[in-house]
């Protein structure tokens, strides 16, 4: 009967597969990203990404920060390594922002940002372009400077309600 030739390790693959998924997919990972906003975006639209944004992470499982300045979008996301990816790809396909950079990715024990579904903050809050202007560290040293970013995103205090809590 064919069920007794087959190859028992076949059944063994899937286990494992059903395995890795669950260890690798659910586990918290996290990505630090810069970008350029769309050339005259407006407020209007910056907003409706904000509250869009906190709408969509809080049924996605993921949290973070976002900070903009001078046109730029610095993004920290963290959850589940399936949504994370899966923003990651919308992200890229997203109009309103451009030369999306992957500045650090990596694994995560815990969160860094677990009570804000995306806290916003922009120049009025601190400003990252003078924080890295008075930081003498050679300038292609990338590490470094996503580990300064890093540093400063979550050196902001977090602010009143609506904020993303
Ligand atoms: C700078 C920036 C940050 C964004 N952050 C998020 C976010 O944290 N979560 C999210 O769901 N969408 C975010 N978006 C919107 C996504 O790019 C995308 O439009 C949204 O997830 C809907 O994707 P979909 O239409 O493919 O489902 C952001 C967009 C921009 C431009």
């Not at 586990?27 to 209007?44: E, F, H, V």
């Not at 396909?93 to 030369?99: E, T, V």
């Amino acid at each position: 009967m064919m069920a007794m030739l087959e190859d028992p390790s076949a059944e063994r693959l899937d286990v494992q597969e059903q395995f890795w998924k669950p260890v690798t997919e659910d586990r918290l990972g996290y990505c630090l990203y810069r970008s350029l906003a769309q050339p005259g975006l407006a407020d209007d639209q910056l907003e409706r990404i904000i509250d869009r944004s906190r709408q969509r992470n809080r049924s996605n499982g993921l949290t973070g920060c976002l900070h903009y300045e001078n046109g730029v979008f610095f993004q920290w996301l963290e959850g589940p390594w399936r949504q994370v990816f899966r923003l990651l790809d919308a992200l890229r396909d997203d109009d309103r922002h451009m030369d999306m950079t992957i500045l650090d990715q990596g694994s995560l024990d815990r969160r860094l940002f677990p009570d804000w579904k995306m806290r916003f903050s922009d120049r009025r809050a601190a400003s990252l372009f003078d924080w890295l202007a008075d930081w003498n560290s050679r300038p292609d040293d990338e590490g470094a400077y996503a580990e300064r970013v890093g540093v400063f995103l979550r050196s902001i205090k977090a602010e009143g309600p609506g904020n993303g809590a």
